[in-house]
T-cell receptor
Framework: GAVVSQHPSRVICKSGTSVKIECRSL??????MFWYRQFPKQSLMLMAT?????????EQGVEKDKFLINHASLTLSTLTVTSAHPEDSSFYIC??????????FGPGTRLTVT | DQQVKQNSPSLSVQEGRISILNCDYT??????FLWYKKYPAEGPTFLIS?????DKNEDGRFTVFLNKSAKHLSLHIVPSQPGDSAVYFC????????FGTGTSLTVIP
């Protein structure tokens, strides 16, 4: 099946700093990429949807200035958490799909803000 | 408003028996449905899908049933194995995908 990678898998950063998470589709061109946040014992929360070459569409309640998403190419999307705070500590998952094919998920990135 | 619902947060099944996971949706425009499996601290993996023109799709031990009149989707796993223990999410699409809240399946050896 299709492979989506995320880097880094784990990151620890200090409060107030920014951290960038990369999401890559390795063997297909992702026309759409999604960013999710996993809260403990809850469903995935869709944060934003990005189409290649377009601005990301953010879900209600997600601060676009805090969570910067760039879908620069058909194989790469980045999520930058700016001025991170401890409450941003979470598991962030990206997914990618080509047109209306199923979404393929990345392995996730565990962010810890100290 | 939750358009895709999984009303059972957890399910326990004996190894070898059938596991049935259920999902209900409200939007009659959904025309594509999927099931994902998720282990802790990993991203969900695609399991099986079905389009609205079908009422059943089978892949090995996994079968998805779609009842459009009831707006109901189910995933059958038979026989269940301990390695099937995970959280299962259903998702529906009419363009954008909407996920349920997941059902945690435990298969008891």
């Amino acid at each position: 099946g299709a492979v989506v990678s995320q880097h880094p898998s784990r990151v620890i950063c200090k409060s107030g700093t920014s951290v960038k998470i990369e999401c890559r589709s390795l063997d297909f061109q992702a026309t759409t990429m999604f960013w999710y946040r996993q809260f403990p014992k809850q469903s995935l929360m869709l944060m934003a949807t990005s189409n290649e070459g377009s601005k990301a569409t953010y879900e209600q309640g997600v601060e676009k200035d805090k969570f910067l998403i760039n879908h620069a190419s058909l194989t790469l999307s980045t999520l930058t958490v700016t001025s991170a705070h401890p409450e941003d500590s979470s598991f962030y998952i990206c997914s990618a799909r080509q047109y209306r094919e199923p979404q393929y998920f990345g392995p996730g990135t565990r962010l810890t803000v100290t | 408003d939750q358009q895709v619902k999984q009303n059972s947060p957890s399910l326990s099944v004996q190894e070898g028996r059938i596991s049935i996971l259920n999902c209900d949706y409200t939007n009659s425009m959904f025309d594509y449905f999927l099931w994902y499996k998720k282990y802790p601290a990993e991203g969900p993996t695609f399991l099986i899908s079905i389009s609205s023109i079908k009422d059943k799709n089978e892949d090995g031990r996994f079968t998805v049933f779609l009842n459009k009149s009831a707006k109901h989707l189910s995933l059958h796993i038979v026989p269940s194995q301990p390695g099937d223990s995970a959280v299962y999410f259903c998702a529906a699409s009419a363009g954008q995908f909407y996920f349920g809240t997941g059902t945690s399946l435990t298969v008891i050896p």
